[in-house]
Nanobody, 120 residues
Protein backbone atom coordinates (compact mmCIF):
# COMPACT_ATOMS: atom_id res chain seq x y z
CA UNK A 1 0.00 0.00 0.00
CA UNK A 2 1.16 3.50 -0.87
CA UNK A 3 -0.31 6.74 0.45
CA UNK A 4 0.26 10.36 -0.50
CA UNK A 5 -0.80 12.94 2.07
CA UNK A 6 -0.89 16.64 1.20
CA UNK A 7 -0.87 19.61 3.55
CA UNK A 8 -0.43 23.36 3.47
CA UNK A 9 -3.47 24.64 1.63
CA UNK A 10 -5.67 27.44 2.86
CA UNK A 11 -7.00 30.92 2.27
CA UNK A 12 -4.55 33.64 1.27
CA UNK A 13 -4.88 37.20 -0.02
CA UNK A 14 -3.76 38.12 -3.53
CA UNK A 15 -0.01 38.58 -3.60
CA UNK A 16 0.47 36.18 -0.71
CA UNK A 17 2.34 32.90 -0.43
CA UNK A 18 1.65 29.31 0.52
CA UNK A 19 3.80 26.19 0.72
CA UNK A 20 2.28 22.83 -0.05
CA UNK A 21 3.78 19.54 1.06
CA UNK A 22 3.07 15.98 -0.05
CA UNK A 23 4.56 13.00 1.75
CA UNK A 24 4.56 9.50 0.31
CA UNK A 25 4.58 6.49 2.59
CA UNK A 26 4.15 2.73 2.42
CA UNK A 27 5.83 -0.06 0.49
CA UNK A 28 8.01 2.21 -1.66
CA UNK A 29 11.06 1.06 -3.55
CA UNK A 30 11.59 4.00 -5.91
CA UNK A 31 9.84 7.30 -6.56
CA UNK A 32 10.34 8.64 -10.06
CA UNK A 33 8.61 11.86 -11.13
CA UNK A 34 6.62 13.77 -8.50
CA UNK A 35 4.23 16.46 -9.63
CA UNK A 36 1.56 18.91 -8.60
CA UNK A 37 -1.72 19.27 -10.45
CA UNK A 38 -4.68 21.55 -9.81
CA UNK A 39 -8.34 21.58 -10.66
CA UNK A 40 -10.51 24.67 -10.47
CA UNK A 41 -14.33 24.42 -10.38
CA UNK A 42 -15.71 23.56 -13.80
CA UNK A 43 -12.26 23.07 -15.30
CA UNK A 44 -10.08 20.11 -16.17
CA UNK A 45 -7.23 19.05 -13.95
CA UNK A 46 -3.97 20.60 -15.17
CA UNK A 47 -0.29 20.03 -14.53
CA UNK A 48 1.29 22.79 -12.46
CA UNK A 49 4.87 21.54 -12.00
CA UNK A 50 6.88 18.35 -12.01
CA UNK A 51 10.27 17.21 -10.72
CA UNK A 52 12.34 14.14 -11.49
CA UNK A 53 14.32 12.12 -8.99
CA UNK A 54 17.42 13.94 -10.18
CA UNK A 55 15.88 17.35 -9.63
CA UNK A 56 14.95 18.41 -13.16
CA UNK A 57 11.83 20.57 -13.11
CA UNK A 58 9.14 21.80 -15.45
CA UNK A 59 6.33 24.32 -14.94
CA UNK A 60 3.23 25.48 -16.73
CA UNK A 61 3.77 28.91 -18.21
CA UNK A 62 1.31 30.72 -15.94
CA UNK A 63 3.25 29.83 -12.77
CA UNK A 64 6.83 30.23 -14.01
CA UNK A 65 8.74 32.66 -11.82
CA UNK A 66 6.12 32.44 -9.05
CA UNK A 67 6.04 28.75 -8.06
CA UNK A 68 8.95 26.51 -7.13
CA UNK A 69 8.78 22.74 -6.89
CA UNK A 70 11.33 20.82 -4.84
CA UNK A 71 11.67 17.43 -3.19
CA UNK A 72 13.37 15.73 -0.29
CA UNK A 73 14.19 12.23 -1.50
CA UNK A 74 15.20 11.04 1.96
CA UNK A 75 11.71 11.87 3.23
CA UNK A 76 9.78 10.95 0.06
CA UNK A 77 8.29 14.42 0.10
CA UNK A 78 7.58 16.99 -2.60
CA UNK A 79 6.95 20.68 -1.98
CA UNK A 80 5.36 23.51 -3.92
CA UNK A 81 6.29 27.03 -2.86
CA UNK A 82 3.72 29.41 -4.29
CA UNK A 83 4.42 33.14 -4.30
CA UNK A 84 2.58 36.13 -5.77
CA UNK A 85 -0.66 34.20 -5.71
CA UNK A 86 -3.63 35.55 -7.63
CA UNK A 87 -7.32 34.54 -7.73
CA UNK A 88 -6.71 32.47 -10.88
CA UNK A 89 -4.57 30.12 -8.76
CA UNK A 90 -7.61 29.13 -6.72
CA UNK A 91 -8.12 25.38 -7.06
CA UNK A 92 -7.79 22.03 -5.38
CA UNK A 93 -4.13 21.04 -5.62
CA UNK A 94 -3.19 17.37 -5.97
CA UNK A 95 0.18 15.70 -5.85
CA UNK A 96 1.00 12.71 -8.01
CA UNK A 97 3.94 10.35 -7.79
CA UNK A 98 5.21 7.68 -10.15
CA UNK A 99 6.19 4.91 -7.72
CA UNK A 100 7.64 1.43 -7.93
CA UNK A 101 6.62 -0.59 -4.90
CA UNK A 102 8.65 -3.20 -3.05
CA UNK A 103 6.71 -5.81 -5.06
CA UNK A 104 8.06 -4.19 -8.25
CA UNK A 105 4.67 -2.86 -9.28
CA UNK A 106 4.86 0.59 -10.85
CA UNK A 107 1.94 3.01 -10.97
CA UNK A 108 0.85 6.61 -10.50
CA UNK A 109 -0.48 7.46 -7.06
CA UNK A 110 -2.52 10.53 -6.16
CA UNK A 111 -3.04 12.49 -2.98
CA UNK A 112 -6.46 13.45 -1.69
CA UNK A 113 -6.10 17.12 -2.64
CA UNK A 114 -5.77 20.34 -0.68
CA UNK A 115 -7.80 23.49 -1.27
CA UNK A 116 -6.03 26.74 -2.13
CA UNK A 117 -8.20 29.84 -2.18
CA UNK A 118 -6.83 33.24 -3.18
CA UNK A 119 -9.23 35.99 -2.24
CA UNK A 120 -9.35 39.36 -0.53
Amino acid sequence: QVQLVESGGGLVQPGGSLRLSCAASGSIATIYVMAWYRQAPGKQRELVAGITGGGSTNYRDSVKGRFTISRDNAKNTVFLQMNSLNPEDTAVYYCKADIRTLRSLRADYWGQGTQVTVSS
